[in-house]
């Protein structure tokens, strides 16, 4: 990784993390520390910031581009869990384990520029500011219920229930085609399918006219019957 000298940049960083829910009324006092000396990092696509297992000393702030959080299975398989992009968080529950190290990889997916901000500071910050502190619980907890549903969900669901819901998922928030973000073995194991098994789905949805595509952009054509594969995922609250 390159470290960023560029005073434009920090600033940038700065406003970024200022404009974040969390971290709005943040008095000053206990809001500069969070940068420390620290300075940017710039990463190349498939770029590692940090290891699973490594010393959480700092979480990131993604200025631009988007690191992937990913662990390898016991068969040495890439399993990706999360995707952050510009203006999110990266790593702060780390910042409240008792074991103190990362549980899981981070990698950038691209290009991308990230501010490494201290745990020591974060920790002080709660400590002083009762606010912040309830603003974390708050969005761990939020994290923690989304979660629990996805393994309920990968437990309980089919293999075609969950690349539905998945691509589904996608098109709300991206529009129609949509880009998988990650590759098709990463999905994959994302989704607990074998990859030849999402291969062959992809195909047979195909020749239904379900979607149309190919590798990472698709087109949903069959949005009724999609829907009401995925209906089982969608929870009152």
Known sequence: MTNIKSPTNR???VRML???????DLPEALFTPLFGSHSGQEAAAGELLFHEGDRADHF????QGCIEMFRFTVDGEERVFHLF???????DAAMFMAHGRYPMNARA????????????ALRCACEHHPPLAMRLLESFSQRLYRHVNEVDWLTSSSAAQRLA??????QQHQGDPIYLPINQRQLAGHLGIR?????RMFSEWQQRSLVRGRQRTWQLC????????ASAATRTF
């Open 11 to 13: 600033l940038a960083a």
């Open 18 to 24: 200022r404009a974040h829910v969390l971290f709005a």
């Open 60 to 63: 990131l702030l993604v200025q």
């Open 85 to 91: 992009d510009s203006g999110q968080l990266v790593g």
């Open 109 to 120: 997916q691209c290009a991308t520029v990230a501010y490494r901000l201290s745990r020591a």
């Open 165 to 170: 819901a998945y691509l589904l998922n996608l």
């Open 195 to 199: 990859a030849e098994s999402l291969s």
């Open 222 to 229: 069959d949005l009724n019957h999609l829907r009401q594969l």
